[in-house]
């Protein structure tokens, strides 16, 4: 027992390195609060009890049938299931980037981890566990670090990485005590953490390192808060985002240069609870990545990907290709319409979509961001589009019931009279698009559309004020009205907001603050979500959407709703409602931003200009320190490429003194290689018996049989083989090597990868 002493004694230095340097940066990562020593003693102490009880083998076997059974008792007995259950739940929150629970759970948390690290580490750093899972583990740790973005905790990874890089060095020469190397690796270690800390990076390098993290962070952990469009962001909420109505103060500024072969309405908001004062989501706050092919179903479904029905579907149903670049900042959300078929991104965005249908970036837009969606884009003026919906009304709709449960609901105080109306206007109506177009016509016919409106008091029904009382507004007032009558007359509706882009002979619009807009969405079985705009003139072939259209009197006539409304002349109108920016002044063109001309690629990042503050933003950052993921990345490729150098028959042979190592090399091979297409010795079973047996699978063009005749001769004759019979054994080996199936060549490799030398060795015997 003398003898194991050093030994052990040896392994647990480099298992406290091992676990040192992983455990301290996880907790720092976690919250710098748990980076306390009083976490040494813990590990100290399991490693010494690991280091008893391996001194002897029924020990160690006791020691850990104790253990489970104690760590069984622990956890049913309460307390520990209560701590397991605190530490999972502040860690899942922390990854989610919700710090608050970790300081709680802080002491159960660190004591968790400290413990569970220091076994993992006591097992990776034994020689038979070759240096794969300590490095492995240090490549884990490092991008935690590299993930969270705190690289002041890298230097308490060095004393794990130091154990690595000896664990590497000693699998690559077996012969070789850790503790003569480990004085090597902590010097290179040190060496490289001093030259990567001076601020030598490989711009290029880093930059890519940077954009793979970003990629990760969109992909894999994109939990943060985003900012959400709204119109109170284009001043047409002035009493604030919670309360509809009060003097617009809408703006000039360009927002989106918009290529389409018509008009467009953009989606950006979609709300599905009125409250009386205003609209708000209550889908849920879940997202989903847009390119899941587990979400597949569920895109489907929100975006009407299916309907209608390729059975019923005629000219209106064909997508369309829209393009869109932003022409100055705004929130995370992609401005699309209704029924998106494809999706195309720009630059490094990563898209994502909600349970409302919202689709979002996990930023906020910049000017210069472009994407692009192919989609049909149904209006509810475009001819025969009554037809269609009445006509898929008569289909099974699975998703019917849902829609209805979450876009009929309305707050109890509704007045009687509202409801009335609603039942008056579509009295006459014979089906439900006739329904909401009655609607539609009645708001556009007998309300008056005008941003000089006073402030809506805070008491008073909004949409009830609106139809019995004021009868004018603007287009909040016009898509609440109506989403709140559709509702009242049995059809499912929700209000959008969004903007609305009418292009020009060329099919481009650059689209500006006054372009925002609000309209409503009517769900019809079957068919689907269809656009109604029941604001006057603002219906896709009419006036411009920044443009407001004329003052109606109630009694006065207007044109049919199916055809566009004519421009207003300006005299004796309120400057509030005859302003047209598109007939008093040119359209207005962004200064010195992209042309965005169709024929040049969206996502051609030659063709998007950088503003001169975002290039000098980005020559003025300092450079950071070289990733250290990319270094271990490194050592763990380099470690693999030296484990399959040195464990190759070819490398093996070549090292070896004699011709009987050389020949059981080769045989080695040959049963490694068997064994991986699942063709294995039975005990007891002679080579010649083997090799006939594998001969019977077929598997192979040449017959075995002349090896396992070599193997039986030498074997039992205890003869001494020539180099003849090694060449013999080689081009065998060689011969099922070029034979083998794709599952059995992996299988192959991981035996390679993963079993020791020792191993191997026992089962050419």
């Known amino acids: 027992m003398k003898e194991k002493i050093p030994e052990r004694l040896r392994h647990a230095l480099m298992a406290f390195l091992l676990s040192f340097g992983i455990v ?38 006791t020691a850990g049938c104790v253990v489970l059974i104690g760590l069984g008792a622990w956890i049913l007995g309460g307390d520990g299931g209560r701590m397991l ?92 005590s850790p503790i003569r190397i480990l004085p090597w690796a902590a010097c290179i270690v040190t060496a490289a953490f001093l030259i990567t800390g001076s601020g030598m990076t490989w711009q290029p390098l880093k930059e890519k390192a940077d954009e ?15 900012d959400v469009f709204s119109l109170y962001s284009e001043g047409y909420s002035p009493q604030g985002p919670d309360q509809l109505g009060g003097k617009p103060n809408p703006s000039e500024h360009p927002v989106m240069q918009v290529s389409s072969p018509k008009a467009v309405y953009l989606r950006g908001s979609i709300y599905n609870r009125y409250d009386g004062h205003g609209w708000k989501n209550t889908t849920g706050g879940r997202r989903y990545l847009w390119q899941s092919r587990r979400m597949d179903d569920l895109r489907t479904r929100l975006f009407d990907q299916d309907l209608p029905p390729a059975g019923v579907q005629n000219s209106l149903s064909d997508p369309v290709t829209v393009s869109v670049r932003m022409l100055t900042d705004s929130a995370s959300t992609l401005f699309v319409p209704q029924r998106v078929r494809e999706l195309i991104p720009g630059g490094e965005t990563v898209p994502y979509f909600s349970n409302s249908s919202e689709i979002f970036i996990t930023r906020n837009l910049q000017a210069g961001d472009t994407y692009e969606v192919r989609a049909p884009l149904f209006n509810s003026t475009d ?33 009687r009279p509202v409801a009335d109306l609603a039942r008056e206007v579509t009295g006459v109506a014979e089906s439900p698009f006739d329904k909401a177009l009655a609607i539609q016509n009645y708001l556009a016919r ?34 609440s009205a109506m989403t709140v009558l559709c509702r009242l007359a049995g059809l499912p509706a929700r209000y959008v907001e969004g903007y609305l882009a009418e292009p020009d002979e060329r099919g481009e619009a650059v689209v500006t603050g006054r372009d925002a807009h609000a309209w409503t969405e009517v769900y019809f079985k079957g068919f689907g979500w269809l656009t109604f705009d029941a604001t006057p003139g603002r219906r896709g072939g009419g006036q411009s959407g920044n443009n407001p259209p004329p003052a109606q009197n109630e009694q006065t006539p207007t044109p049919d709703p199916e055809r566009p409304a004519p421009s207003p002349e300006p005299e004796g109108k309120d400057p509030e409602e005859t302003e047209d920016p598109q007939q008093e002044a040119p359209t207005p063109e962004p200064t010195e931003e992209p042309t965005g001309e169709p024929e040049e690629p969206e996502d051609n990042p030659d063709s998007r200009q950088t503003p001169p503050e975002e290039e000098n933003r980005q020559d003025s950052r300092p450079t950071g320190q070289f990733p250290w993921w990319w270094l271990l990345a490194a050592a763990l490729a380099a ?8 464990t190759s028959p070819v490398y093996r042979e070549h ?59 030498i074997r039992y004759s205890r003869a001494e083989p020539l180099e003849t019979d090694t060449g013999l054994m080689r081009d065998t080996a060689l011969m099922i090597k070029g034979e083998m199936s794709r599952n059995a060549r992996i299988k192959y490799w991981l035996t390679r990868i993963f079993t020791s030398s020792g191993r191997r060795k026992k089962l050419v015997k």
Request: with cysteine.
């Open 24 to 61: 301290m940066p996880l907790l720092g990562v976690l919250d710098e609060s748990l980076l306390s020593a009083s976490v040494i003693p813990l590990m100290i102490g399991i490693i010494i009890l690991f280091e008893a009880v391996s001194l002897h083998r029924i020990a160690a076997a």
């Open 383 to 415: 001819p025969g589009i009554g037809t269609l919906t009445d006509i898929c009304g008569s289909l099974d709709d699975p998703r019917w019931q849902t829609v209805v449960n979450t876009y009929s609901e309305l707050p109890a105080h509704i007045e």
């Open 212 to 226: 793979i993290r970003q990629a990760i962070l969109d992909r894999l952990f994109f939990t943060e808060a985003r």
């Open 85 to 176: 259950s605190d530490t999972g739940l502040a860690v899942s929150l922390r990854m989610k980037g919700i710090r608050t629970a970790i300081p709680l759970a802080g002491q159960s948390a660190a004591e968790i981890i400290t413990a569970a690290v220091t076994l993992i580490s006591c097992f990776a750093a034994l020689r038979k566990a070759t240096c794969i899972p300590a490095l492995l583990m240090c490549a884990a740790t490092g991008m935690s670090i590299w993930l969270t973005d705190q690289t002041q905790l890298i230097p308490w990874m060095l004393p794990a990485l130091t154990a690595g890089l000896a664990l590497l060095m000693v699998s690559r020469f077996e012969s070789t």
């Open 655 to 713: 090292h070896a003194k004699t011709e009987e190592e050389r020949f059981d090399i080769w045989t080695g091979e040959i049963i490694t290689l068997l064994r991986a297409e699942n063709i294995v010795r039975r005990n007891g079973e002679t080579p010649m018996a083997f090799a006939r047996r594998a001969d019977s699978t077929r598997f192979f063009s040449e017959s075995l049989n002349p090896a396992g005749e070599c193997l039986s001769l």
């Open 446 to 479: 007998n309300f008056r559309y005008t941003m000089d409106v006073g402030e809506h008091p805070e008491n008073v029904d909004f949409v009830t004020s609106f139809l019995l009382d004021t009868k004018k507004g603007y287009c909040t007032y016009f898509a």
């Open 639 to 646: 470690a693999l490429a030296i484990r399959c150098r040195i």
